[in-house]
């Protein structure tokens, strides 16, 4: 079992002609969990198998709250989000695969009188790591983020989800 607790700090620059605005700050809290049911490497077929859970709670500032010209105080949503999913991991020799994917339900918010929420949000992540015999490690995932549309007073807005798909590149040495 993992739990992970993680209180962001945020830092945005935003500039437009005539003007510019740098804030930051604590952002929105997150408490997630982790729960191996499955460990990797102990079936030689079957997978590791992990259901995630996760809550964030809107603990930093929302645009709508944010005091600077350009907003980059901004730091949060404002709305609590739940979010739930499972991990596969597979061990070959030195090689780790592992496919994960999430789904994540935003909870309402209302600024000045108006209802708005945020659409699911489905994530699919695929990784693969390779560590070396002195323990260096190489490793690198694509995700791609699908969400459904917004709603604001109760109507969906059209062509207001947001997708994203990035790729990571990371290397890890340990401090021996």
């Known amino acids: ?23 930051g700050g604590l952002g929105d809290l997150s408490l997630s969990m982790r729960w191996d049911v499955v460990r990797n490497g102990r079936d030689p077929v079957v997978p590791g198998i992990a259901p995630l859970l996760s809550v964030t709670v809107p603990s930093g500032t929302p645009i709508d709250m944010a005091q600077n010209p350009l907003g980059a105080d901004a730091t949060g949503l404002g709305g609590a989000q739940l979010g739930a999913g499972i991990a596969l991991e597979k061990t070959f020799g030195r090689m780790l695969l592992a496919l994960t994917g999430t789904a994540a339900f935003h909870g309402a918010r209302t600024v000045h009188d108006l209802h708005s929420q945020l659409g699911p949000d489905l994530a699919g992540t695929l990784g693969v790591s390779y560590t070396f015999p002195k323990g260096l490690s190489l490793a690198d995932a694509l995700t791609y983020t699908g969400p459904w549309d917004s709603t604001v007073a109760d109507a969906s807005m059209p062509d207001s989800a947001r997708a994203l798909t990035t790729l990571a590149l990371v290397s890890a040495l340990p401090l021996k």
């Open 1 to 23: 079992l993992q739990i992970n607790v993680a209180f962001p700090l945020g830092a945005t620059f935003r500039t437009v002609p005539g003007t510019s605005d740098f804030g």
